[in-house]
């Protein structure tokens, strides 16, 4: 089921004739009275790289193991290919799950333990022999077909519960934290492994992790979810720029968040008042907003620019000075005490030496930006 | 740490080696005792040893013994398994504490009370005593033993290995045959063992429900050494200690170099 070769880019969330392979209907799970996840709905389409994104007790892993069979929804369905798929054991289900710990059985081989699912099918046996070959290479570990999961590194281990996973070619997979136990650079590595095996075997992944650069990196969408409930369903890019609540916005990258009143200028322009003695700041908001809506306004610290003189030609320009540097290799990030007291952060991209760098601590300094580069927040 | 060998360790370490090992060490010398005098040293002599050979009561018993032990510690391996997979993964169901507290109970109950209670219980459903009775006895009493050691596996056996295995395709029962139980095996075999030696020597549950047909070696020697001890025992008690000692040797050195090839295949896992 290859795209046709248009170069369409891939987004069926957004084309509303394309039916979804998975369908949460109105669905909660309770744990005596302790609320999981809460009246959720959800779709989820075929080839997508999904990713839930939350801290941890927030409902994502629930809402996987729903899936995978482990746990019964308490209200509402779950359809698969339209299919409610409660009745159905999980030996039974056409999806896989990867576990956290792996869960690779340790008395078998590597090629026994990819071997193992498909042994459970009604595969001829001259066909397991091959698939798990095809398996091994698609994971690159075909030296270590005879070793057991505890004579072979992290990486490799992570590798191998993939395989299995994939080896019975399910409608759909799960991953649940696959990275967590990785160290940073192996971690890097994997999570462009990850999206490469997805896109080769066109299998639906559905990824659980509290890991918001790694939901950014592999996701095609992200949910982010809180204390049972999505709270922003999104592409990676829409998710960052604009988040729909403090909450996300808070939970995705670095934001400066200022609160104040806001009043209507014109059409979608809007001025929120947040301190005394400082200039209203200038945003744009889809949404009507009443006069005195006591809102939030949200911008990363990268879109603030930072300069000793006021510019000109920006529409939201404060002042203040350097309180501290955080160098962190590419770029600096620079916190700025405004005279109220309000600190903001500016990121600037590192592009020469650290010697000559333009500013210092206790220098005044200018920081300005446009009036589309933050986002109001009303939630 | 002081690793100096003072005088203080010397006389704990002999004091508290001596008051283990001193009696077994006496009846050990006394069954190669040529004397017929248990308490008198008379030369060495491989003589009593000849003579158990060749006394039928005795290998008699420890024929029975032999298949007491076998056949109850299996029954017990098996039955103290499903408790104590019921008992850690079973979930919440009615009456489950109940369950899991009476299943210990065994341990502490007095064995002569474990003896009369399932005497009164043949006796009542009409059951001849014989083989049948004591290993049903033994299985009685060991089962929860078994239960004890494999709970313990199962509780730190990552969960997760049993959901792969039912999410790759197994019926529960599957999942439990190919996964669980090829890893909680070492602790089904070392409760087994141990249902095995407490089998071996038992004498209050055996003494009540064994009959006349059926006299096991524990009641053999007891009954014997009522008319006074004779070499023979010794000789007998000195074999019983060497199968004991072997057992219990072998099964330390499996168990050690398992351990060690698996610390040795961890190490060559991080060198690649």
């Given at each position: 089921m290859l795209q046709d070769g248009s170069k369409s880019i891939f987004a069926p969330w957004s084309d509303p004739a394309a039916t979804p392979l998975i369908r949460f209907q109105s669905v909660s799970k309770k744990f005596g009275h302790f609320t999981a996840v809460n009246d959720l709905n959800l779709d989820i389409y075929e080839r997508e790289f999904f990713a839930l994104l939350g801290p941890s007790g927030c409902g994502k892993t629930t809402l996987m193991r729903m899936l995978a069979g482990f746990e019964a929804t308490s209200e509402g369905t779950?359809?698969?290919?339209?299919?409610?798929?409660?009745?159905v054991p999980p030996n039974k289900r056409a999806v896989n799950m990867m576990f956290q710990s792996y869960a690779l059985f340790p008395h078998l081989s590597v090629a026994d333990n990819i071997a193992f699912g498909l042994k459970r099918s009604p595969m001829a046996k001259s066909d397991i022999q091959d698939r798990?070959?095809?398996?091994?290479?698609?994971?690159?570990?075909?030296?270590?077909?005879?070793?057991k999961p505890h004579q072979i590194s992290g990486g490799q281990r992570q590798r191998v519960a993939l395989a299995r996973s994939l080896a019975k070619a399910p409608r759909l997979l799960l991953l649940d934290e696959p990275l967590g136990a990785l160290d940073k650079k192996l971690r890097q590595d994997t999570q462009f492994e990850l999206m490469d095996i997805q896109e080769r075997t066109g299998t639906t992944f559905v990824i659980v992790t509290h890991d918001q650069e790694e939901a950014m990196t592999v996701a095609s969408r992200v949910a982010v979810m809180d204390q049972g409930e999505l709270v922003q369903v999104d592409t990676p890019d829409r998710i960052y720029e604009t988040p729909n609540s403090v909450y996300v916005a808070d939970f995705i990258g670095e934001i400066n968040l200022i609160e104040g009143n806001i009043s209507p200028i014109e059409a979608d322009r809007y001025a929120l008042d947040w301190a005394e003695g400082q200039p209203p700041i200038i945003g744009t908001s889809q949404e009507m907003l009443r006069e005195g809506t006591r809102c939030h306004?949200?911008?990363?610290?990268?879109?603030?620019?930072?300069?000793?003189?006021?510019?000109?030609?920006?529409?939201?320009?404060?002042t203040g000075t350097i309180l501290d540097i955080a160098y962190l290799g590419n770029m600096s990030t620079y916190i700025v005490e405004l005279s109220n007291g309000q600190t903001l952060k500016a990121q600037v991209a590192n592009n020469r030496r650290i010697a000559r760098r333009t500013f210092t601590w206790n220098d005044q300094v200018?920081?300005?930006?446009?009036?589309?580069?933050?986002?109001?927040?009303?939630? | 740490m002081n690793r100096r060998f003072s005088l203080f360790n010397a006389t704990s370490l002999t004091l508290g080696f001596a008051f283990l090992?001193?009696?077994?060490?006496?009846?050990?010398?006394?069954?190669?005792?040529?004397?017929k005098l248990v308490a008198v040293w008379g030369g060495f002599s491989t003589r009593w040893y000849g003579e158990l050979i060749q006394n039928e009561a005795f290998l008699d018993a420890a024929w029975v013994t032999l298949r007491v032990a076998l056949l109850s510690s299996t029954f017990a391996a098996v039955l103290g398994t499903m408790a104590a997979y019921v008992m850690v993964r079973g979930g919440r169901f009615f009456g489950r504490t109940l369950f899991s507290g009476m299943i210990y109970a065994p341990l502490v109950m007095p064995e002569v009370i474990t003896g009369l209670s399932l005497l009164l219980l043949f006796i009542a459903i009409g059951l001849d005593r014989g083989i049948m009775?004591?290993?049903l006895a033994h299985t009685t009493f060991s089962m929860c033993y078994v239960s004890v050691v494999v709970s313990s596996r199962l509780v730190t056996f990552d969960r997760s290995l049993e959901e792969a295995a039912l999410d790759l395709g197994c019926t529960p029962f599957d999942a439990f045959r190919s996964v669980t139980l090829p890893n909680i095996a070492p602790a089904v075999i070392s409760g087994w063992l141990l249902a095995f030696t407490l089998s071996l020597d038992d004498l209050v549950i055996a003494s009540f429900t064994a009959g006349p047909s059926s006299t096991t070696l524990p009641i053999k020697i007891f009954s014997s050494v009522r008319l006074g001890v004779s070499p023979e025992i010794n000789a007998l008690s000195t074999l019983m200690i060497g199968v004991v000692t072997i057992g219990v040797v072998v099964a330390s050195l499996v168990s050690k170099r398992a351990i060690?090839?698996?610390q040795?295949?961890?190490?060559?896992a991080r060198r690649t």
């Open positions: 779950i359809l698969l290919d339209g299919q409610n798929i409660a009745p798990v070959e095809e398996m091994l290479k698609l994971v690159r570990l075909e030296q270590f077909a005879r070793r306004f949200a911008i990363r610290p990268e879109k603030l620019a930072i300069s000793a003189e006021p510019p000109t030609d920006r529409a939201n320009c404060v200018s920081l300005s930006w446009t009036d589309t580069a933050g986002v109001i927040l009303t939630r | 090992y001193l009696p077994m060490v006496i009846l050990i010398i006394f069954s190669f005792n040529a004397s009775t004591i290993v060690a090839r698996q040795k295949d961890e190490q060559e």
